[in-house]
């Protein structure tokens, strides 16, 4: 996964985490939260390992 669209995803997560919050759907919000955090630190280990 690229730079750009690791970010698009992450962002993407995020956002709708923030609408799912916003919205009372709290469960759904930690979902996407947890899973836009994951998203972006297992991607950075994976790089970091190539090194």
Known sequence: MTNLNRDITTATLFVA???????GQFIISTV???SATVLSNITTKAELSKL
Do not use: Q, V
């Open 32 to 34: 996407l939260f947890a």
């Open 17 to 23: 985490g923030l609408w799912g919050f916003i919205t």
